[in-house]
Nanobody
Framework: VQLQAFGGGLVQAGGSLRLSCAAS????????MGWYRQAPGKERELVAS???????NYTDSVKGRFTISSDNAKNTVYLQMNSLKPEDTAVYYC??????????????WGQGTKITVSS
């Protein structure tokens, strides 16, 4: 299984970016997908997640600014980020809990994508 993330970059404060992450490989089902981020000198933190049923969850600092969505048919999760702030600067990682055809469920990580928000 692989997770491929797209969409990072440099943006000015107040701007918007959209991240996407597609899962591929030996997948029976995806239970949950989400985005984490890690800023320099800080621990990795959950930004947002969404269940296979479409229930989203957000960390408080991004509520009202970020929207997570998914396309189950494409095994893809998106993160629309609006009103970006310099404190959103971090490396963003896609995560998914995936069950393979052998009924084994585990967590997978995509490569990080860097987002820099300039003030």
């Amino acid at each position: 299984v692989q997770l491929q993330a797209f969409g990072g970059g440099l943006v000015q404060a107040g701007g918007s970016l959209r991240l996407s992450c597609a899962a591929s490989g030996s997948i029976f089902s995806i239970d949950r997908m989400g985005w984490y981020r890690q800023a320099p000198g800080k621990e990795r933190e959950l930004v947002a997640s969404i269940t296979s049923g479409g229930k989203p969850n957000y960390t408080d600092s991004v509520k009202g600014r970020f929207t997570i969505s998914s396309d189950n048919a494409k095994n893809t999760v998106y993160l629309q980020m609006n009103s970006l702030k310099p404190e959103d600067t971090a490396v963003y990682y896609c995560n998914a809990w995936i069950t393979n055809p052998g009924a084994l469920t585990r967590s997978y990580w995509g490569q990080g994508t860097k987002i820099t928000v300039s003030s």
